[in-house]
């Protein structure tokens, strides 16, 4: 049978479906309106063919603003490759970089955190946890101590051993906060002076049940500290993380890594045809 | 910001108004259509927006002029007094148990905020009531999740009753109560796990602590950044425990904290507090009003209806 009711209300549907993913309400009358367009264009009739045409054009979207960029992590060409983690409080940081330090360990490469959460009570030993579960040395100093200096250490430590990657792990800070993101600059500007092509990956980490806040966030936190990708977490909850498009339209920052959960495997590459599929839960089913 | 957009547009459309002896149907739209915007922009759920917005309209169509308010003034006063309701009356207090001790537990999402609030709370409880708190470390699961409880309770000198993390979380608190009663804390705040309001087994466990405790109050933590979401963890921890209060979590930032009014009108549970910073003298009670000004991105309501 035709698929009959590819009508407003599907659109309808379409549109509040978006808006309940956290696309934002100006994004997502705008990409129902794209869809219902291509729909026509396509002549799509089956809802088969709509779904097809649907996700289709939304890996498009998605894909058309990041034509220049790199979602592969950067390596350094030579030497240690440094990777910066930043974002607001209890977003995922400190357990993404114990998932993708696991990840590199087991692929054979020489592995080092650095602690310089040395603010939030717990913070160090909680990174020590995971030092511990992937076997990777942390270079900590103590509690209320300049992070700065941990950062200083860790980099110092990273190119005299050796190290292929060195994680930094920062305090959660609100992005209004000016002197907490000047401190974070102040940590950059470090590992910068050390190694000149360094940080080569700024990540800044987002969770996924965050609305329309996490656009000031991304905007805030690219500007002191030009980050270079998103990390989604907590994608395995009923949120949906919508808000990354938005991200990606205005500041074009790709998703790199999304969480999955609370255990060193749940952390996978970005899939943009999966994430969509997510965005209209129900209402469009993924091909088989 | 997309927002001082919308506050804008808002504002035109109010001026617009001003000048007007009498409201329109289309008038009426045009506004109606800007709040809507603007709730959705704060992260008020759609669902909830709807609704809110059927009632100003009915509200606003029906109203007659009141003597020395403009039209304008008078929308405006309607969806903050509207705003305001649903956000619920004046600040609630914390439950108090009639013999000692009161029970507290927390609960919500991953890194919401609750170990945190723990330690506010207790210092909290013990500059207002001179009280003795104690808290359980019930959270097994999050890596150093219990050094951290230490660290906070060392910071406020509180006792942290804590079994390590081999022991089932109820047969921690069961044991913890059973110490808190022996000293006589006269309250008990039981930290537990972050999790996903769709994972069974740990909604399970929450459950399970809450029938052996019986607590006086569970408090959801919530992140005030949640957008759309903040519905469904809502309901799902209140289908399960019953909560008594609400915390919303990281207000010092810049968000709008639409999320407050969501879980208001899903669950009808009053929000009790708000955290403002990472200190742990950084909680206040809730102020419905400010709260519903914030989330219309309005500043003061009251100097906008003068404005207007
Ligand atoms: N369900 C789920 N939980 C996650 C995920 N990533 C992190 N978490 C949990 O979220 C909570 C906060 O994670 P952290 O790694 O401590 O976050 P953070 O950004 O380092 O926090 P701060 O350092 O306090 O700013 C912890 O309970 C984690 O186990 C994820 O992908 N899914
Ligand atoms: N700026 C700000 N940060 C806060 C506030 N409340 C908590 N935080 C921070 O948010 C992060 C997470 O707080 P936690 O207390 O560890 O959250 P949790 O809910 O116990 O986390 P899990 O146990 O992992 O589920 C930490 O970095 C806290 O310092 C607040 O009101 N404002
Ligand atoms: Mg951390
Ligand atoms: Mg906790």
Redesign the interface.
């Known amino acids: 049978a035709n698929f009959r009711h590819v009508d407003e209300e599907f659109f309808e549907n379409l549109e509040?479906a978006l808006?309940?993913?956290?696309v934002?309400?100006?994004m997502a009358v705008s990409i129902s309106d794209q869809l219902r367009e291509e729909v026509k264009l396509q002549n799509a009739k089956s809802k088969q063919d709509v779904t097809n045409v649907i996700i289709e054009k939304m890996v498009d979207l998605y894909e058309q603003q990041g034509k220049d960029e790199h979602t592969e992590i950067n390596f350094a060409k030579s030497g240690p490759t440094i990777i910066l983690f930043v974002g607001?409080?209890?977003?995922?940081k400190t357990t993404t970089i114990?998932k993708m330090a696991a990840m590199y360990q087991k692929q054979g490469k020489k592995v080092l955190l650095a602690a310089a959460d040395t603010?939030?009570?717990?913070?160090i030993?909680?990174l020590?946890?995971?030092g511990k579960?992937d076997n990777v040395p942390v270079v900590a100093g103590p509690?209320k101590s300049d992070p700065a200096a941990v950062v200083f250490d860790a980099v110092s430590k990273a190119k005299k051993e050796n190290y292929d990657v060195l994680f930094v792990d920062t305090a959660g800070r609100?992005?209004?906060?000016v002197n907490l993101m000047n401190e974070l600059e102040k940590m950059k500007r470090i590992i910068s002076r050390e190694i000149p092509d360094a940080p080569h990956e700024v990540l800044l980490v987002l969770?996924s049940?965050?609305?329309?806040?996490?656009?000031?966030q991304a905007k805030l936190f690219k500007e002191s500290t030009d980050v270079t990708g998103i990390v989604l977490t907590?994608l395995?909850?009923?949120?949906?993380g919508g808000?990354v498009l938005a991200i990606r339209n205005e500041l074009h920052l790709p998703v790199k890594y999304v969480g999955l959960g609370?255990q060193v495997d749940d952390l996978q590459a970005f899939d943009a045809s999966e994430f969509v599929y997510g965005l209209f839960k129900g209402l469009v089913e993924p091909t088989k | 910001m997309a927002f001082e957009g919308l506050t804008q547009r808002l504002q035109d459309t109010m001026a617009k108004l001003r000048r007007k002896p009498k409201v329109t149907e289309a008038d009426l739209n045009e506004t109606m259509r800007d709040i809507r915007l603007a709730l959705l922009e704060a992260d008020v759920n759609f669902k909830v927006v709807k609704d809110f917005v059927k009632q100003v309209r009915t509200r606003a169509a029906g109203a007659e002029v009141l003597k020395g308010l403009n039209p304008a003034q008078q929308i405006v006063k309607i969806v903050n007094e509207e705003l305001t309701k649903m956000m619920g009356e004046e600040a609630v207090d914390l439950n108090k148990s009639e013999k000692i001790p009161t029970i507290i537990m927390m609960a919500g999402l991953q890194g919401a905020g609750k170990t945190t609030t723990a330690g506010k709370l207790a210092l909290k409880l013990k500059n207002d009531q001179n009280a003795r708190p104690m808290f359980i470390a019930a959270d097994i699961y999050r890596p150093a999740a219990i050094d951290q409880l230490e660290q906070v309770a060392e910071s406020i000198d509180v006792p942290v009753f804590q079994l390590g993390t081999d022991v089932d979380p109820v047969e921690i608190v069961r044991q913890g109560l059973e110490q808190a009663r022996d000293q006589h804390n006269d309250y008990v705040i039981i930290d537990t796990a972050g999790r996903l309001q769709i994972d069974e087994k740990l909604m399970d466990e929450l459950a399970n602590i809450k029938k052996l405790a019986d607590p006086d109050e569970i408090l959801l933590v919530v992140d005030a950044m949640t957008g759309q979401n903040a519905v469904e963890t809502a309901q799902g921890f209140n289908d399960k425990l019953d909560i008594t209060g609400v915390v919303l979590t990281k207000l010092d930032g810049d968000t709008r904290g639409g999320a407050a009014l969501s879980i208001r009108a899903v669950t009808g549970k009053p929000i009790k507090f708000v955290g403002q910073g990472e200190k742990m003298d950084d909680l206040d009670v809730f102020h419905p009003d400010r709260m519903a000004s914030r989330i219309l991105g309005m500043g003061d309501m009251l100097t906008l209806i003068e404005k207007a």
């Not at chain 1, 808006?19 to 956290?22: A, C, L, R, T, V």
């Not at chain 1, 607001?88 to 995922?92: A, D, E, L």
């Not at chain 1, 603010?119 to 913070?123: D, H, I, L, M, V």
């Not at chain 1, 609100?174 to 906060?177: D, F, G, I, R």
Request: proline share 0%; hydrophobic share 30%.
């Open positions: 509040e808006i309940e993913s956290d934002g309400f100006e607001v409080n209890g977003v995922g114990g603010f939030r009570a717990g913070a030993q909680q020590q946890v995971w579960r509690e609100l992005q209004n906060k969770d049940t965050t609305g329309q806040n996490a656009l000031s907590k395995d909850g009923t949120a949906r808000i609370e």
